[in-house]
Protein backbone atom coordinates (compact mmCIF):
# COMPACT_ATOMS: atom_id res chain seq x y z
CA UNK A 1 0.00 0.00 0.00
CA UNK A 2 2.25 2.51 0.99
CA UNK A 3 6.12 2.98 0.07
CA UNK A 4 8.93 2.43 3.06
CA UNK A 5 11.64 5.40 3.35
CA UNK A 6 14.19 4.43 5.42
CA UNK A 7 15.85 6.78 7.42
CA UNK A 8 17.59 5.16 10.17
CA UNK A 9 21.53 6.41 10.58
CA UNK A 10 20.63 9.27 8.28
CA UNK A 11 20.85 13.25 8.75
CA UNK A 12 18.55 14.69 11.72
CA UNK A 13 19.25 18.05 10.41
CA UNK A 14 15.79 19.92 9.60
CA UNK A 15 17.27 21.32 6.13
CA UNK A 16 18.25 17.54 5.18
CA UNK A 17 14.64 16.16 6.39
CA UNK A 18 12.61 18.85 4.99
CA UNK A 19 12.85 17.53 1.74
CA UNK A 20 13.55 13.62 2.24
CA UNK A 21 9.79 13.07 3.36
CA UNK A 22 7.43 13.61 0.42
CA UNK A 23 4.78 15.63 -0.53
CA UNK A 24 1.95 15.88 -3.53
CA UNK A 25 2.89 18.52 -6.32
CA UNK A 26 1.06 21.78 -5.94
CA UNK A 27 1.98 23.72 -9.22
CA UNK A 28 -0.27 26.18 -8.50
CA UNK A 29 1.69 28.87 -10.51
CA UNK A 30 0.23 27.26 -13.76
CA UNK A 31 -3.52 27.75 -12.86
CA UNK A 32 -2.96 31.37 -11.97
CA UNK A 33 -2.55 32.02 -15.68
CA UNK A 34 -5.93 29.87 -15.67
CA UNK A 35 -7.79 31.47 -12.94
CA UNK A 36 -6.30 35.14 -14.78
CA UNK A 37 -9.11 35.87 -17.30
CA UNK A 38 -12.10 34.71 -15.02
CA UNK A 39 -10.70 37.59 -12.38
CA UNK A 40 -10.65 40.00 -14.61
CA UNK A 41 -14.25 39.32 -16.69
CA UNK A 42 -15.46 39.29 -12.81
CA UNK A 43 -13.96 42.39 -12.44
CA UNK A 44 -15.58 44.03 -15.73
CA UNK A 45 -18.91 42.75 -15.98
CA UNK A 46 -19.87 41.54 -12.35
CA UNK A 47 -22.53 39.13 -11.46
CA UNK A 48 -23.07 38.47 -15.48
CA UNK A 49 -19.71 37.37 -15.50
CA UNK A 50 -20.08 35.20 -12.36
CA UNK A 51 -23.08 33.26 -13.58
CA UNK A 52 -21.41 32.63 -16.95
CA UNK A 53 -18.50 31.13 -15.38
CA UNK A 54 -20.78 28.96 -13.01
CA UNK A 55 -22.55 27.80 -16.09
CA UNK A 56 -19.40 26.74 -17.79
CA UNK A 57 -17.38 25.24 -15.03
CA UNK A 58 -20.67 23.97 -12.37
CA UNK A 59 -23.43 23.31 -15.83
CA UNK A 60 -25.93 25.64 -13.78
CA UNK A 61 -27.02 29.05 -13.93
CA UNK A 62 -28.38 30.10 -10.26
CA UNK A 63 -31.74 31.57 -10.67
CA UNK A 64 -30.29 34.98 -9.01
CA UNK A 65 -26.66 34.94 -7.71
CA UNK A 66 -27.84 35.76 -4.16
CA UNK A 67 -29.82 33.11 -2.50
CA UNK A 68 -33.54 34.64 -0.56
CA UNK A 69 -33.83 34.33 2.83
CA UNK A 70 -37.09 31.62 2.00
CA UNK A 71 -34.36 29.07 0.84
CA UNK A 72 -32.36 28.78 3.13
CA UNK A 73 -34.98 29.26 5.83
CA UNK A 74 -36.90 26.07 3.83
CA UNK A 75 -32.87 23.84 3.59
CA UNK A 76 -33.00 24.17 7.56
CA UNK A 77 -36.63 23.27 8.15
CA UNK A 78 -36.38 20.29 5.28
CA UNK A 79 -32.90 19.11 7.20
CA UNK A 80 -32.53 15.54 8.70
CA UNK A 81 -33.18 15.88 12.65
CA UNK A 82 -30.23 13.91 12.97
CA UNK A 83 -28.16 16.20 11.15
CA UNK A 84 -29.44 19.34 12.54
CA UNK A 85 -28.66 17.84 16.06
CA UNK A 86 -25.26 16.85 14.80
CA UNK A 87 -24.58 20.28 13.69
CA UNK A 88 -25.78 21.85 16.86
CA UNK A 89 -23.73 20.06 18.46
CA UNK A 90 -20.36 21.25 17.04
CA UNK A 91 -21.93 24.53 16.55
CA UNK A 92 -21.47 24.54 20.54
CA UNK A 93 -18.52 22.72 20.93
CA UNK A 94 -16.18 24.98 18.38
CA UNK A 95 -17.99 28.15 20.19
CA UNK A 96 -16.94 26.90 23.55
CA UNK A 97 -13.24 26.51 22.37
CA UNK A 98 -13.37 30.38 20.49
CA UNK A 99 -14.52 32.27 23.11
CA UNK A 100 -11.55 31.68 25.00
CA UNK A 101 -9.84 33.22 21.94
CA UNK A 102 -10.95 36.83 23.01
CA UNK A 103 -8.33 39.40 23.03
CA UNK A 104 -8.63 42.12 25.59
CA UNK A 105 -7.44 45.25 25.03
CA UNK A 106 -4.25 47.07 26.73
CA UNK A 107 -2.60 50.33 27.54
CA UNK A 108 0.80 50.59 28.39
CA UNK A 109 2.56 53.83 30.39
CA UNK A 110 5.99 54.03 28.72
CA UNK A 111 6.48 56.97 30.51
CA UNK A 112 4.37 60.10 32.42
CA UNK A 113 2.02 61.36 30.13
CA UNK A 114 3.05 58.96 27.56
CA UNK A 115 0.87 55.97 26.66
CA UNK A 116 0.47 53.24 23.75
CA UNK A 117 -2.77 51.47 23.87
CA UNK A 118 -3.53 48.41 21.36
CA UNK A 119 -7.55 47.63 20.97
CA UNK A 120 -8.27 44.60 19.44
CA UNK A 121 -10.74 45.61 16.10
CA UNK A 122 -13.00 42.70 13.87
CA UNK A 123 -12.14 43.35 9.82
CA UNK A 124 -15.63 44.33 9.53
CA UNK A 125 -17.07 42.59 6.14
CA UNK A 126 -15.75 39.11 5.71
CA UNK A 127 -16.05 36.78 2.74
CA UNK A 128 -16.03 33.18 3.48
CA UNK A 129 -15.54 30.46 1.23
CA UNK A 130 -17.50 26.54 1.65
CA UNK A 131 -16.72 24.55 -1.06
CA UNK A 132 -18.99 22.58 -2.86
CA UNK A 133 -18.91 19.84 -5.81
CA UNK A 134 -17.65 15.66 -4.63
CA UNK A 135 -18.36 16.38 -1.13
CA UNK A 136 -20.77 18.40 1.10
CA UNK A 137 -19.08 20.92 3.85
CA UNK A 138 -21.08 22.03 6.33
CA UNK A 139 -18.41 21.75 8.80
CA UNK A 140 -16.39 24.73 7.25
CA UNK A 141 -19.49 26.88 7.40
CA UNK A 142 -18.62 26.02 11.15
CA UNK A 143 -15.27 26.52 11.62
CA UNK A 144 -15.48 29.89 9.34
CA UNK A 145 -18.00 31.64 10.63
CA UNK A 146 -18.42 30.78 14.37
CA UNK A 147 -14.60 32.72 14.85
CA UNK A 148 -15.73 35.42 12.95
CA UNK A 149 -18.89 35.81 14.68
CA UNK A 150 -16.96 35.28 18.19
CA UNK A 151 -14.47 38.24 16.72
CA UNK A 152 -17.26 40.34 16.04
CA UNK A 153 -17.33 41.01 12.78
CA UNK A 154 -20.40 42.40 11.68
CA UNK A 155 -20.85 41.75 7.80
CA UNK A 156 -20.80 38.26 6.74
CA UNK A 157 -21.41 36.77 3.45
CA UNK A 158 -20.68 33.02 2.44
CA UNK A 159 -20.15 31.87 -1.41
CA UNK A 160 -20.83 28.30 -2.29
CA UNK A 161 -21.22 26.97 -5.58
CA UNK A 162 -24.26 26.35 -7.26
CA UNK A 163 -25.98 22.75 -7.56
CA UNK A 164 -27.69 20.62 -10.84
CA UNK A 165 -29.23 18.36 -7.92
CA UNK A 166 -30.13 21.60 -6.08
CA UNK A 167 -32.31 23.77 -8.59
CA UNK A 168 -28.55 25.90 -8.99
CA UNK A 169 -28.75 27.22 -5.29
CA UNK A 170 -25.66 25.48 -3.20
CA UNK A 171 -26.56 22.46 -1.24
CA UNK A 172 -29.66 22.71 1.25
CA UNK A 173 -27.02 20.95 4.26
CA UNK A 174 -24.75 23.92 3.54
CA UNK A 175 -27.72 26.69 3.66
CA UNK A 176 -29.27 24.71 6.99
CA UNK A 177 -26.12 25.14 8.29
CA UNK A 178 -25.83 29.10 7.78
CA UNK A 179 -29.34 29.12 9.04
CA UNK A 180 -28.14 27.75 12.47
CA UNK A 181 -25.46 30.49 13.23
CA UNK A 182 -27.82 33.72 11.52
CA UNK A 183 -25.83 33.71 8.40
CA UNK A 184 -28.18 35.16 5.79
CA UNK A 185 -26.16 36.67 3.03
CA UNK A 186 -25.18 33.93 0.91
CA UNK A 187 -23.86 33.66 -2.69
CA UNK A 188 -24.67 30.76 -5.57
CA UNK A 189 -21.03 31.28 -6.58
CA UNK A 190 -18.07 29.15 -6.52
CA UNK A 191 -14.84 28.45 -7.90
CA UNK A 192 -12.22 31.13 -8.61
CA UNK A 193 -15.17 33.28 -9.88
CA UNK A 194 -16.44 33.75 -6.05
CA UNK A 195 -13.63 34.58 -4.72
CA UNK A 196 -13.14 37.35 -7.45
CA UNK A 197 -16.90 38.50 -6.47
CA UNK A 198 -16.21 39.03 -2.77
CA UNK A 199 -12.85 40.80 -3.52
CA UNK A 200 -14.60 43.23 -6.40
CA UNK A 201 -18.17 43.13 -5.14
CA UNK A 202 -20.97 44.15 -7.75
CA UNK A 203 -22.90 47.21 -8.95
CA UNK A 204 -25.20 45.87 -10.90
CA UNK A 205 -27.11 43.97 -7.68
CA UNK A 206 -25.12 45.75 -5.08
CA UNK A 207 -22.48 43.48 -3.74
CA UNK A 208 -20.19 45.26 -1.44
CA UNK A 209 -16.35 44.05 -1.32
CA UNK A 210 -14.81 42.47 1.80
CA UNK A 211 -11.96 42.93 3.07
CA UNK A 212 -10.95 39.16 3.87
CA UNK A 213 -11.78 35.96 2.36
CA UNK A 214 -11.37 32.21 3.97
CA UNK A 215 -12.02 29.37 3.49
CA UNK A 216 -10.79 26.00 2.36
CA UNK A 217 -11.23 25.41 -1.70
CA UNK A 218 -9.52 23.60 -4.87
CA UNK A 219 -6.53 24.92 -6.78
CA UNK A 220 -8.50 27.65 -8.63
CA UNK A 221 -9.65 28.93 -5.19
CA UNK A 222 -6.27 28.86 -4.36
CA UNK A 223 -4.82 30.50 -6.98
CA UNK A 224 -7.29 33.46 -7.07
CA UNK A 225 -6.67 33.95 -3.46
CA UNK A 226 -3.00 34.54 -4.21
CA UNK A 227 -3.96 36.56 -7.01
CA UNK A 228 -5.87 38.95 -5.15
CA UNK A 229 -4.00 39.29 -2.21
CA UNK A 230 -3.43 42.57 -1.11
CA UNK A 231 -6.29 43.75 -2.45
CA UNK A 232 -7.78 41.29 0.37
CA UNK A 233 -6.74 39.52 3.13
CA UNK A 234 -6.66 36.08 2.73
CA UNK A 235 -6.46 33.35 5.68
CA UNK A 236 -3.86 31.00 3.28
CA UNK A 237 -2.96 29.15 0.33
CA UNK A 238 -4.29 25.55 1.02
CA UNK A 239 -2.33 22.83 -0.48
CA UNK A 240 -3.97 19.39 -0.42
CA UNK A 241 -4.55 18.10 2.87
CA UNK A 242 -2.36 15.80 5.09
CA UNK A 243 -1.64 13.84 8.05
CA UNK A 244 1.08 12.52 10.15
CA UNK A 245 1.50 10.04 12.96
CA UNK A 246 4.08 9.40 14.88
CA UNK A 247 4.00 6.15 16.49
CA UNK A 248 5.93 3.66 18.77
CA UNK A 249 5.26 0.12 19.15
CA UNK A 250 2.77 0.49 21.35
CA UNK A 251 0.12 1.71 19.29
CA UNK A 252 -2.95 -0.18 17.68
CA UNK A 253 -2.11 -0.61 14.14
CA UNK A 254 -6.25 -0.37 13.04
CA UNK A 255 -6.52 2.76 14.39
CA UNK A 256 -3.74 4.34 12.74
CA UNK A 257 -4.58 2.77 9.38
CA UNK A 258 -8.21 4.00 10.23
CA UNK A 259 -6.76 7.55 10.67
CA UNK A 260 -4.45 6.96 7.41
CA UNK A 261 -7.36 6.43 5.31
CA UNK A 262 -9.74 9.15 6.97
CA UNK A 263 -7.25 11.73 5.22
CA UNK A 264 -6.95 9.75 2.23
CA UNK A 265 -10.48 10.03 1.44
CA UNK A 266 -10.34 13.62 0.53
CA UNK A 267 -8.64 13.96 -2.50
CA UNK A 268 -6.22 11.75 -4.57
CA UNK A 269 -3.43 13.84 -3.74
CA UNK A 270 -3.93 13.73 0.36
CA UNK A 271 -1.15 13.13 2.05
CA UNK A 272 -0.82 10.22 4.55
CA UNK A 273 2.46 9.72 6.19
CA UNK A 274 3.18 7.13 9.29
CA UNK A 275 6.85 8.16 11.13
CA UNK A 276 7.56 5.34 13.32
CA UNK A 277 10.67 2.99 14.96
CA UNK A 278 9.07 0.33 14.30
CA UNK A 279 8.92 -2.25 11.14
CA UNK A 280 6.76 -4.24 13.05
CA UNK A 281 3.94 -1.80 13.64
CA UNK A 282 4.75 -1.04 9.42
CA UNK A 283 3.88 -4.35 9.18
CA UNK A 284 0.63 -4.61 10.80
CA UNK A 285 -0.56 -1.09 9.58
CA UNK A 286 0.42 -2.42 6.31
CA UNK A 287 -2.53 -5.81 6.69
CA UNK A 288 -5.08 -3.30 8.37
CA UNK A 289 -4.61 -1.00 4.99
CA UNK A 290 -5.23 -4.46 2.93
CA UNK A 291 -8.16 -5.13 4.95
CA UNK A 292 -9.83 -2.04 5.85
CA UNK A 293 -9.61 -0.07 2.42
CA UNK A 294 -11.60 -2.37 0.69
CA UNK A 295 -14.52 -2.27 3.09
CA UNK A 296 -14.55 1.45 2.04
CA UNK A 297 -17.43 3.18 0.28
CA UNK A 298 -14.15 5.62 -1.62
CA UNK A 299 -11.73 3.39 -1.97
CA UNK A 300 -10.48 3.65 -5.21
CA UNK A 301 -9.88 6.97 -4.02
CA UNK A 302 -8.22 6.17 -1.10
CA UNK A 303 -6.10 3.52 -2.57
CA UNK A 304 -4.52 6.18 -5.23
CA UNK A 305 -4.13 8.68 -2.02
CA UNK A 306 -2.11 5.53 -0.59
CA UNK A 307 0.06 4.60 -3.26
CA UNK A 308 1.02 8.19 -4.32
CA UNK A 309 4.62 9.65 -3.81
CA UNK A 310 2.98 11.84 -0.87
CA UNK A 311 2.13 8.98 1.06
CA UNK A 312 4.67 6.58 3.10
CA UNK A 313 5.83 4.78 6.29
CA UNK A 314 8.96 6.51 7.52
CA UNK A 315 11.25 4.24 9.48
CA UNK A 316 13.70 6.28 11.76
CA UNK A 317 16.28 5.21 14.49
CA UNK A 318 14.20 6.16 17.55
CA UNK A 319 11.56 8.33 18.76
CA UNK A 320 13.88 11.53 19.29
CA UNK A 321 14.69 10.95 15.48
CA UNK A 322 11.31 10.48 14.83
CA UNK A 323 10.25 13.71 16.46
CA UNK A 324 13.08 15.69 14.29
CA UNK A 325 10.80 14.55 10.87
CA UNK A 326 7.57 15.91 11.95
CA UNK A 327 8.64 18.94 12.82
CA UNK A 328 10.82 19.32 9.33
CA UNK A 329 7.61 17.86 8.13
CA UNK A 330 5.03 20.41 9.86
CA UNK A 331 1.49 18.13 8.89
CA UNK A 332 -1.82 19.92 8.62
CA UNK A 333 -2.55 17.00 11.14
CA UNK A 334 -0.10 15.31 13.38
CA UNK A 335 -1.39 12.15 15.55
CA UNK A 336 0.80 11.06 18.54
CA UNK A 337 0.03 7.36 19.03
CA UNK A 338 3.07 6.82 21.57
CA UNK A 339 3.86 5.47 25.20
CA UNK A 340 3.36 8.54 27.09
CA UNK A 341 1.49 10.73 24.07
CA UNK A 342 0.95 13.95 25.93
CA UNK A 343 4.72 14.48 27.04
CA UNK A 344 5.50 13.65 23.80
CA UNK A 345 3.26 16.01 21.97
CA UNK A 346 4.42 18.84 24.00
CA UNK A 347 7.99 18.41 22.27
CA UNK A 348 6.05 18.81 19.10
CA UNK A 349 7.17 22.53 17.60
CA UNK A 350 5.44 22.10 13.78
CA UNK A 351 1.91 21.25 13.38
CA UNK A 352 -1.40 22.72 12.47
CA UNK A 353 -2.76 20.81 15.21
CA UNK A 354 -1.91 17.92 17.29
CA UNK A 355 -4.41 15.03 18.53
CA UNK A 356 -2.87 13.10 21.36
CA UNK A 357 -3.42 9.75 21.94
CA UNK A 358 -5.79 6.82 20.85
CA UNK A 359 -9.33 8.47 21.79
CA UNK A 360 -7.92 11.59 19.56
CA UNK A 361 -8.70 10.96 15.90
CA UNK A 362 -8.06 13.76 13.16
CA UNK A 363 -11.83 13.29 12.55
CA UNK A 364 -12.63 14.87 16.07
CA UNK A 365 -11.53 17.95 15.51
CA UNK A 366 -12.57 17.91 11.35
CA UNK A 367 -16.39 17.98 13.22
CA UNK A 368 -16.80 18.52 17.06
CA UNK A 369 -13.90 18.51 19.23
CA UNK A 370 -14.05 22.40 19.19
CA UNK A 371 -10.75 23.06 17.33
CA UNK A 372 -10.80 24.54 14.29
CA UNK A 373 -10.25 22.42 10.73
CA UNK A 374 -8.82 25.29 8.51
CA UNK A 375 -5.18 24.42 9.06
CA UNK A 376 -1.96 25.25 7.61
CA UNK A 377 -0.95 22.70 4.57
CA UNK A 378 2.26 22.19 2.77
CA UNK A 379 4.71 22.61 5.75
CA UNK A 380 3.60 26.43 6.29
CA UNK A 381 2.51 25.12 9.99
CA UNK A 382 6.07 25.80 11.21
CA UNK A 383 5.24 29.39 10.87
CA UNK A 384 1.38 29.80 10.10
CA UNK A 385 -1.76 28.84 12.57
CA UNK A 386 -4.69 27.69 11.74
CA UNK A 387 -7.76 29.79 11.46
CA UNK A 388 -8.78 31.53 14.73
CA UNK A 389 -10.34 34.18 16.42
CA UNK A 390 -7.74 36.08 15.95
CA UNK A 391 -7.66 36.05 12.16
CA UNK A 392 -10.31 37.95 12.34
CA UNK A 393 -9.36 40.58 14.43
CA UNK A 394 -6.76 43.86 13.55
CA UNK A 395 -4.56 45.31 16.35
CA UNK A 396 -4.43 49.37 16.35
CA UNK A 397 -2.03 51.14 18.74
CA UNK A 398 -2.82 54.45 20.06
CA UNK A 399 -0.55 56.70 20.56
CA UNK A 400 -1.17 59.09 23.40
CA UNK A 401 1.89 61.39 24.72
CA UNK A 402 1.37 65.05 26.25
CA UNK A 403 3.48 68.04 25.88
CA UNK A 404 6.26 66.84 28.92
CA UNK A 405 6.33 63.79 27.66
CA UNK A 406 7.29 64.77 23.99
CA UNK A 407 9.79 67.18 25.42
CA UNK A 408 11.58 64.07 27.30
CA UNK A 409 12.13 61.87 24.21
CA UNK A 410 12.51 64.51 21.86
CA UNK A 411 16.36 64.50 21.42
CA UNK A 412 16.22 60.84 20.93
CA UNK A 413 13.63 61.38 18.11
CA UNK A 414 15.46 63.71 16.93
CA UNK A 415 19.16 61.95 16.36
CA UNK A 416 17.30 58.88 14.92
CA UNK A 417 15.43 60.66 12.15
CA UNK A 418 18.77 62.65 10.94
CA UNK A 419 20.80 59.86 11.39
CA UNK A 420 18.48 58.01 8.53
CA UNK A 421 18.71 61.31 6.49
CA UNK A 422 14.96 62.31 7.17
CA UNK A 423 15.14 65.64 8.76
CA UNK A 424 11.38 66.49 8.18
CA UNK A 425 10.73 63.62 10.55
CA UNK A 426 12.89 66.03 12.86
CA UNK A 427 11.56 69.13 12.20
CA UNK A 428 7.81 67.53 13.37
CA UNK A 429 9.33 67.18 16.69
CA UNK A 430 11.58 70.38 16.63
CA UNK A 431 8.29 72.62 15.82
CA UNK A 432 7.07 71.17 19.16
CA UNK A 433 9.56 71.86 21.16
CA UNK A 434 9.85 75.28 20.10
Known amino acids: ?????????????????????????????????????IIEDVRERGVAAV??????????????????????DKSLAELDPKIKAALEDAISRVQIVHEHQRRSDTTVTVAPGGTVSERWLPVQRVGLYVPGGVYVYPSSVIMNVVPAQIAGVQSLV????????FGGWPHPTILAACALLGVTEVYAAGGSQAIALLAYGATDIEIEPVYLVTGPGNMYVTAAKRMLKG??????EAGPTEIAILADDSANPDFVAADLISQAEHDEVAASVLVTDSEELIKNVRASLERLVPLTMNKDRIRIALTGQQSAFVLVDDLDHGL?????????H????????????RRVNNAGAI???????????DYAAGSNHVLPTGGCACHSSGLSVQSFLRGVHYVEYNETALSDIAQTVITLANSEGLPGHAAAIEIRAK
Not at 1 to 27: H, I, Y
Not at 158 to 165: A, F, L, T, Y
Not at 334 to 345: D, G, I, P, W, Y
Open 1 to 37: MLSTLDLRGGSRKASDLRNLVPRAKFDLDSVVEQVRP
Open 51 to 72: QDWSEKFDGVRAPQIRVPQEVI
Open 158 to 165: VCSPPQKD
Open 231 to 236: LIGIDS
Open 324 to 332: KVVDAYAAE
Open 334 to 345: LEMHTRNASEVA
Open 355 to 365: FVGDWSPVSLG
